[in-house]
T-cell receptor
């Protein structure tokens, strides 16, 4: 069985400061891991994904995440927050070979607030 | 690339009526599409997996007779909420997997449909 824990329900940072959104997972197999972003009343946009290649994954809009197997973590970071980054972020894990069919498990989400 | 659309983006209906939501992959073919439900300030919950040309697979606790899913082509899946009630009010999101994606790696999500049942 797989599960995802997003450690913070809300994160507030000032514009221009670093962002850290924490995610821990559990999986019986080598998982695929994803971060999605959801702006208000919108669908989900894929930020980045890890599928057993490089452990440091670069995504869109300056975000990146590092897969740490020993810590079962996949934290999302960005060096400098922008006002447009304010949104809900979901960490997602899949045990399916490609994360496609029936294997997606969503974290509960982290609401990122950007202070001007 | 990999754009998924949903129609309508929002709908208001009376209790007891049926509502159809369309999910289309615009620039790729999708053998498999997925339907999720999201309550306010909560995460997404998978309702069903829709496979082109076959019956949908529903998650435990989801009434298949209430949430009818049809995946008639490689670019279109529909979700019909039958005899809708206020408790069916929610944000419905679909996603699709590109058939060319050998790893089956990624789901591309639609913008969602806000359903309000009066």
């Amino acid at each position: 069985a797989q599960s995802v824990t997003q450690l913070d329900s809300h994160v507030s940072v000032s514009e221009g400061t670093p962002v850290l959104l924490r995610c821990n997972y559990s999986s019986s197999y080598s998982p695929s891991l994803f971060w999605y972003v959801q702006h208000p009343n919108k669908g989900l946009q894929l930020l980045l994904k890890y599928t057993s290649a490089a452990t440091l994954v670069k995504g869109i809009n300056g975000f990146e995440a590092e897969f740490k197997k020993s810590e079962t973590s996949f934290h999302l970071t960005k060096p400098s927050a922008h006002m447009s980054d304010a949104a809900e972020y979901f960490c997602v894990v899949s045990e399916s070979p490609g994360g496609g069919a029936d294997g997606l498990t969503f974290g509960k989400g982290t609401h990122l607030i950007i202070q001007p | 690339g990999a754009v998924v659309s949903q129609h309508p983006s929002w709908v208001i209906c009376k209790s007891g009526t049926s509502v159809k939501i369309e999910c289309r992959s615009l620039d790729f073919q999708a053998t498999t599409m997925f339907w999720y439900r999201q309550f306010p300030k909560q995460s997404l919950m998978l309702m069903a997996t829709s496979n082109e040309g076959s019956k949908a697979t529903y998650e435990q606790g989801v009434e298949k007779d209430k949430f009818l899913i049809n995946h008639a082509s490689l670019t279109l899946s529909t979700l019909t909420v039958t005899s809708a009630h206020p408790e069916d009010s929610s944000f419905y999101i679909c996603s699709a997997r590109d058939t060319r994606d050998i790893l089956g790696d990624t789901q591309y999500f639609g913008p969602g449909t806000r359903l309000t049942v009066l």
